[in-house]
């Protein structure tokens, strides 16, 4: 992938932000400066983590929710009633914060690739997308209905974000685990980290028990135009795969010419899985462990490219294992 090069700094880069399409943000993790050892993935104090896989779960929250005595009523059309909506429900925590969420965890945690962070090494892990494509994804946004325990109310739900409904990128909640969610990444009392005043200019992350603490192990990233690729996401779930697995991939721009191969470990080709024009936005395509001839191919690595006019845009592993 192309990229320009962003600077990691050790404390937040605010800029003045008009939300339109293809708002960047990047979020940065260093598990060394986390401080509660029972939430900082295995590391803090100093400490790195070690973990091999990192994933993020986040929430956006867009716009105000009334409740009218019996359900939420989304009510977006006041920019400043969203605004302190989102910030308002931090405290007491409300996950109606959450009203579009993007990763697997709840009870049976998915190693699944949605979410996953990429590592920088010595227990620092980032992830980078843009607001307007990860959450309006419905490959991508977890939809599963769930309980509030903390709210007697009757049940929120995610919902992937359509923002033909009104809203804009608010707030934007944070939790993070390992693979299986034996290990977790929370504020310093073990709740909810948040990105507030994403609208104001003036964004922060700030932690969940007080909002009015910041939290120095996550830094950020955000802006228009500042990331420079023809594609920027790309998961592929499940991996290692039996039977079946799934490339989940976002185009920037409409292309004319896109492949998408798969090769053996020693470089030849053995599936075309797609070939021709393709509109931007998101996309995911199946491949079942077959040849271009139909055989099913040997257990081992293999992997995969997204090339655009001939020029790689992504490319990156996948494991058959029967």
Known sequence: MKKISLLITAVLFSAAV?????????????T??????????????????????????LGLCTCNLNFNGTEYIRDCHTADSNQYFCYHQILPYRSNVWEHVVGNWGENPQDDGIGLMTSL????YSIEFYIEDYFTNPALVNTNTFVDPNDPRPIVNSTVWNPSDGGSPQTIGMV?????????????????????NLKSGSPQVVQGSDPSTTFSAITFVTGIGEYNNDIHYVSVSPNPFREQTQIIYTLLEQTKNLNIKIFNSIGQEVKNLYSGAQTSGSHSIFWDGTSNSGQDLPSGVYYFTLSNNNTVIASDKVVISK
């Open 18 to 30: 008009s939300f339109s399409q293809n708002t960047y943000l990047k979020i940065t993790l260093d």
């Open 32 to 57: 060394k400066q986390m401080t509660n050892p029972d939430y900082s993935l295995g590391g803090g104090n100093g400490i790195p983590s070690t973990c091999d896989k990192v994933y993020a779960h």
């Open 176 to 196: 993070f685990r390992n693979a299986d969610g034996t290990l977790t990444g929370r504020d310093d009392l073990g709740k909810d980290l948040f990105i507030v």
């Open 121 to 124: 090494g010595n227990g620092v």
